[in-house]
């Protein structure tokens, strides 16, 4: 089951962190992004109908403005369909006005997904083919360019929204126009003599044909899933060349023209299809491709995990491997490229586009939390968990404003001159970031935990925990009445407490495995206390265990805690973190700063603390309440943490015994006053922001 | 006077370190590039007949194998023409076998070079046209891409080289030729209505026609050299587009065509015609090019340093500026990126290809002793001739192998698993740097000092002193028979005493500016002692003075010093330097090194010494003799210098107190060799090299 299918079973506490986060999505951003939609023309789009912007040259070439619309719309209406009624049962009061309002407020909204669907329905051809841009503008070219076109990628968004859609009004009419796309496409690719040996050229319809497969067991969006895959980056795929070498020719495509994202002819590696998965030995490209890809691979080896899994798993532990060992930010952001928003070589992590880039697409976090996840159903390992958590709370959550009106598109972990980019857009032309959060916070119950009926014992289950959230687990077992309920009461991330109950009326046999921090470093503690140790990052609770415990505690240590990234990054740096939270330094703060905090050092005795706890004596902690909605935070203050590199002493050469200590020494210092990344830009200010703070060692 | 007219000035003492030089050039290098130019159809390729390599794709689209075979041909013929007769004066004993031989040696080579000129002159079209290219291959194309096709810059070398040979043969026949192209190209280029609003995307040809200006007078010549420099860059040059352009849309090019040297369609700042020169505010592009044309326009500031001078200077010392404060290494070398063999942005200056770049071409540094050289014929100040000699012995002096058989086109100032770039090559398809070293050692005698009768007063001269070597300067005076020589006696740069005899038999009024370089910080000496103080980094020496001391010593510290690049590099490194000359570490001092010297840090203390001096306790100077040809040299063994960085302390994320420094505290350290980063790759071993070595600090 992933996340997108078992949210359902999750009930946030109301004014909880996460509850806090999906309301502002129901009440704000989905409604907006629904005016959006009507207002740029999306909405009517599968009217088929011409529209103006339809004429307009491709702000990114070879890409026309409108081609992600029909994957806008899926994406809203998955979005969506993730809140609603599932939400109400959670509400303390039912009736007070509040809510009265947001019903109406979400009637207002399902009317328009069913609109939607039926615009869409309408809109699906003759022999179940279902494009806007290849019906009304560019009749005639269906699947003649896949590299660049995103035919299948927006397929894959509709698909997606139709499992939702399925899920949320418990109708089919959104799956059925689907499933006969799926025919049609299932009759166009594959290995046979007359069939395309394509595969697109963003992923993404993979997984959602995965997913399609194991909510409706229909086998064709298997193979088709399994073929994109197989296929894939096969140098060979057409007469011996590649597919996309003889589409290209076929377009009469000189081998100098490239798409402006390619930093040269025939980048297959920006789609990572430069060679096959199998082959391919670092993690290269375009990230959320990347992403996507992996999660549909990953999605396989859970499915077959003999035939297809013993060839697969080795290689997606080695590209998982490379990219969170070299090509990963602290943040748990990914691509360091703006050009190809993607990956740079090993361990080059620039923060700035003044350094040489930082992209870490909100997207690509969002990627990397499925395929954390995946790994997690594949082996129970605390360092998947641990990445998906540091994506959760920081690379993913950035991306969006606190009141969830507006959105950054890339995450960069310090500003400059050249980018301030430490400010959100409402919308975005390539509309992917904004639904993609509403998305992720609409099922983010479902990352929470893994409950599974065990086969060997239907009447044993086994829950997994990850994440730590002022949530309910109700889970009914496969094939019976059964349910058993997990509370934690918890004010994670702000406090390290979590209390967990258990409630197993009908006695099923229930083993749980805790997940303990990677960061917690031995100095967390459950009550009372359990005899087994962590194994892999994770404590096993026995049955014995939570029937004598139905209560147990959690503690987790919160001490602030500084890290540095690999030397090979090049980035002299130690960056504040406090539990899953990575923290920065915002102008709004620091009125003084006018370089972006580009010549702040740490003091020299900030980086040398013996140990963790050490570092309280540099540092006050304080709940802040400065942020829009009353939502509050844990500030950090580093007293006299920070001196400033005298500018004048700063020459092209320097000489010996002028290291940043040399150059610091003595200096006066000044308190830093750190602030957690994902909550950056709600304070207004000049847009001056940096994650990773110059150390003299 | 640049320094290729007035080289024949300077005598070297036999033996001496350029002297030996210059010797395997001529006997070495030079016979084989004639071998080469043979063998490769080079040498007959003015015969205008077929030749099979016209046939082949282009390695570099759209640049054809062939297309720089003119410039390869005029850049030899230059470089032979800087040496011969001129040396045999300065030869011990005229009558010994070996001077017999190189006569006889020499001989051979002349008269190729006189064969060639004859096959240049009958090559010559009707109308004057003159190249292989467009005249064999593509008939009927001449001047339709000035951007791309190094129509131009061949006509520029092939223009210098005809300079030199009238130098050394006292022989018009070459440079009647090229009177003729020029003539052709001022009809063709111009402001004229009927006339091309273009200039060569490789500039080259400026410089050679202002020095042509110089030497014949051509009016002609100088109109065109101004044209080029004022049009480029010219937005609006061709019915309000820019030329390159209109150029491109003539070809029928598709905006998305890009050469493969292109990151993005049209950028132009790869050829330095993004903009005019007077607005742009950053040095940018290929560095090669982009040297050259700065170059010609500092001549032009000092041939019209009025009308031209006032609005082009301040441009050009904000480019140099830009340049030598953000965008070059330790060892004068410039451009950081590979892909356009140019510049990065600000501060961009990784080491190695894992790093992101590094290429530090030989030509670049080749250009920025011309740039140099002429801003210090503007202003005399020693910040230029500091540059000067840093990128004469370390970043142009390394492009050469100690016996002169090898070169290097790219000069990385760490080598890499991904670039194991140590190593010289015989010769390039693209041939550009070993004929340009052969070149400037050649006419390395131009650089040490500029002599120059005074206008006011023609009895007497100032000669300005910027490089110390075991030489003669024998000049003559403008109009009269008055002759002064300065000698150097020096065994520079092994050792810092230089001691200078003046003959001055007419006794005309002499004064000497002599450089002091910046890296002698005030521990330097004259010896008897002058009057005069260091201005602008050059001792006045005046009449008086010299009269009374016709012998004087310089002695400068030679004391091994640490270099740190600026942070904003994030650079956190050293590099050892000694004098000009900078070091670096070779595995074949290190046979335990399999990682390229990454995971080597400086020992702590080495970077704490309170003054250079106090190196000295780290530092053991040793006189080796290990390199070709019996070159000896000082090497610098530090000892216990190096300590190796634990591989399994290195994770993706360190925890706090986990900085370099407390990752190598009390683990043992190991002495490092520092071998001149000029004679690298000279000794064999595994291709494994670096200059700047991690710190602590």
Redesign the interface.
């Known amino acids: 089951m992933n996340p997108q299918d078992s949210f359902a079973w999750t009930k946030f506490q109301p004014e909880s962190f996460w509850a806090r986060k999906r309301n502002v999505v129901l009440t704000n951003t989905i409604p907006f992004q629904l005016d959006m939609l009507k207002s740029t023309g999306r909405y009517d789009a599968f009217d088929l109908k011409w529209h103006p912007i339809y004429d307009d040259e491709p702000a990114t ?2 890409v026309p403005k409108h081609l992600f619309w029909d994957s806008d719309v899926g994406k809203w209406i998955e979005g969506l369909a993730y809140f609603g009624d599932f939400e109400s049962a959670t509400s303390a009061d039912d009736d007070d006005d509040d809510n009265q309002d947001s019903k109406k407020n979400l009637q207002k909204l399902d009317e328009a997904a069913k609109d939607l669907v039926q615009k869409i329905t309408q809109a699906q051809q003759e022999d179940g083919y279902l494009n806007i841009h290849f019906t009304v503008v560019a009749k005639g070219q269906r699947f003649t360019n896949l590299r660049d076109l995103h035919e299948l990628y927006n397929a894959g968004h509709l698909i997606e929204g139709a499992l939702a859609y399925q899920l949320r009004y418990q109708s089919d009419d959104f799956i059925k126009p689907m499933e006969r796309y799926i025919d049609l496409l299932h009759k166009i690719f594959g290995p046979g003599k007359e069939q395309k040996h394509g595969y697109p050229g963003h992923p993404e319809i993979e997984l959602a044909l995965i997913r399609f497969y194991k909510r409706t067991g229909s086998q064709k969006a298997l193979e088709l899933a399994r073929y994109f895959i197989e296929e894939r980056g096969n140098n060979e795929g057409v007469e011996g060349k590649h597919y996309y070498d003889v589409e290209a020719e076929a377009r009469g495509e ?7 994202y390619y ?3 025939r980048s297959y590696w920006y789609n990572q299809a430069h060679k096959p998965i199998l082959e391919q030995e670092t993690i290269e490209g375009h990230s959320v491709r990347a992403m996507y890809l992996l999660t549909a691979v990953a999605d396989l080896v859970i499915l077959d995990p003999k035939d297809f899994g013993d060839k697969y798993l080795p290689a997606l532990k080695k590209l998982w491997s490379n990219m ?3 090509k ?1 930010y ?1 943040t748990g952001g990914i691509g360091a490229i703006n ?1 190809w928003e993607g990956f ?5 992590l ?1 923060q700035s586009t ?3 880039g930082c992209y870490a697409e909100t997207c690509a976090a969002i990627g990397v939390m499925m395929l954390a996840e995946r790994l997690l159903q594949i082996e129970l390992d605390g360092q998947y968990a641990d990445v998906l958590e540091r994506a959760l709370y920081n690379a993913m959550l950035t991306g969006m404003s606190v009141d969830g009106k507006a959105f950054t598109y890339a995450n960069q972990m310090a500003t400059s001159a ?1 980018e301030p980019s430490n400010k959100r857009e409402e919308w975005f032309e390539c509309a992917c970031c904004p639904p993609n959060v509403a998305r992720v916070l609409g099922h983010i119950g479902g990352y929470l935990w893994t409950p599974k009926t065990n086969t060997s014992d239907k009447a044993s289950v086994t829950v997994n925990i990850h994440l730590y959230a002022a949530a309910t687990l109700e889970y009914k077992l496969d094939g019976s009445q059964d349910t058993v309920k997990i509370t934690q009461k918890t004010n994670y991330p702000w406090e390290g407490i979590v209390e967990f109950e258990v409630e197993n009326p009908s006695e099923v046999k229930l083993d749980v495995n805790l997940r303990i921090p990677a960061w917690a ?1 031995g100095n967390w503690e459950v009550q009372p206390k359990p005899s087994a140790s962590v194994e892999r990052g994770y404590l096993h609770l026995d049955t014995t265990y939570l029937k004598a415990n139905p209560h147990f505690t959690l503690t987790l240590p919160l001490a602030p ?8 990054t ?3 740096i ?1 960056v504040l973190a406090r539990g899953p939270l990575i923290y920065c330094l915002e102008d709004v703060d620091h009125t003084w700063v006018t370089d972006h905090f ?1 010549s702040v050092v740490l003091a020299p005795g900030v ?6 706890g ?2 309280n004596k540099y540092i006050v902690e304080g709940t802040k309440t400065d942020l829009p909605l009353g939502e509050n935070y844990t500030g950090l203050t580093m007293k006299n943490g920070g001196i400033l ?1 005298p500018q004048d002493d ?14 610091v020494e003595g200096k006066g210092a000044v308190d830093l006053h750190f602030f957690p990344y994902w909550a950056r830009a709600n304070r207004g200010g000049k847009q001056q922001m940096r994650v990773g703070i ?4």
């Not at 740079?344 to 080059?348: A, E, M, S, T």
């Not at 980086?607 to 963790?612: L, P």
């Open positions: 070439w070879p000189s081998k100098y023209t490239l798409p402006v930093p040269a002819a969170v060992t070299k990963m602290l050009k740079g070589i090993d361990y080059f620039p003044d350094e040489g050249e470093k805690r500084l890290l540095r990234p690999h030397p090979f090049l980035q002299r130690a580009k980086t040398q603390a013996d140990e963790d050490e570092l590199i700063l020459t092209p050469v320097l000489e010996v015994n002028t290291g940043l200590r040399a150059l110059r150390t003299v060692d």
